[in-house]
């Protein structure tokens, strides 16, 4: 229940609550102006692991977007790892990108285009074809964090403002949780079929149209 997820107060849950809360009523904003009955998701900030509709969350996983219960999931143990073992940058916009990309997955469920991915895959012949459907939902998911990106000052009157520099922040970030960076680390070979986020590259290019334009027409 919320008991649970109301951590002590100065706590790391705390200050990672305060500030998925502005990133995420940012988000909401943005997407309110541009998508027609625009309902936010739910946020659900967790450690080590916790129940969703899609299952068991574990803090292995990741951020993550349940649609069935149209939910954001963000682990606090992610948020260390992006700095530690990722090499991301620690600088908030590479946070307020994960979110932002998450959110992204939610206005997918709302636009009915995970819908119509998903039947796809059913049809899909083999898993690479599947995971070439994952690759394109993850991608416009980037875009549309660049979306947000594009309007989150305008929307909140300079109370959320991204700085110089902040792009460039979280493209370091989409690349470091790029599907090839991921797999090299892991001393893996390279496999593009088993890709299903995208590579570096494709992340920062998606991401990148997102914030050029600002429309989500574009992704």
């Known amino acids: 229940g919320a008991e649970q997820q109301q951590g002590q107060v100065g706590t790391p849950e705390d200050q990672a609550g305060r500030f998925v809360d502005v990133v995420g009523g940012n988000i909401n904003d943005v997407w309110t102006q541009k998508l027609n009955g625009y309902e936010p998701p739910k946020v659900v900030i967790y450690e080590q692991g916790t129940s969703t509709g899609c299952g068991y969350g574990q803090s292995a996983m990741g951020p993550f977007y349940c649609p069935t219960d149209r939910t954001v999931y963000l682990d606090l143990g992610f948020w260390q790892e992006m700095e530690t073992q990722?090499?991301?940058?620690?600088?908030?916009?590479?946070?307020?990108?994960?979110?932002?990309?998450?959110?992204?997955?939610?206005?997918?469920?709302?636009?009915?285009?995970?819908?119509?991915?998903?039947?796809?895959?059913?049809?899909?012949?083999g898993e690479a074809e599947a995971n070439q459907y994952s690759?394109?939902?993850?991608?416009?998911?980037?875009?549309?964090?660049?979306?947000?990106?594009?309007?989150?000052s305008a929307v909140s009157n300079g109370q959320v403002a991204l700085e110089p520099g902040d792009i460039e922040e979280g493209m370091k970030t989409a690349q470091a949780i790029g599907?090839?960076?991921?797999?090299?680390?892991?001393?893996?070979?390279?496999?593009?079929?088993?890709?299903?986020?995208?590579?570096?590259?494709?992340?920062?290019?998606?991401?990148?149209r997102g914030y050029q334009s600002g429309d989500p027409a574009v992704c």
């Not at 660049?146 to 309007?151: E, I, K, P, S, T």
């Not at 090839?180 to 893996?188: A, E, S, V």
């Not at 390279?190 to 570096?200: I, K, Q």
């Open 86 to 125: 990722l090499g991301a940058s620690g600088a908030d916009f590479a946070r307020a990108y994960v979110i932002a990309h998450e959110f992204g997955h939610h206005v997918q469920t709302l636009t009915g285009t995970s819908a119509q991915v998903r039947q796809a895959q059913q049809r899909a012949q």
């Open 135 to 152: 690759v394109a939902l993850e991608l416009q998911a980037d875009c549309y964090a660049g979306v947000w990106a594009r309007n989150a």
């Open 179 to 208: 599907d090839d960076t991921l797999q090299r680390r892991g001393g893996g070979r390279v496999s593009p079929e088993s890709f299903t986020n995208g590579s570096a590259a494709q992340r920062v290019e998606w991401l990148q």
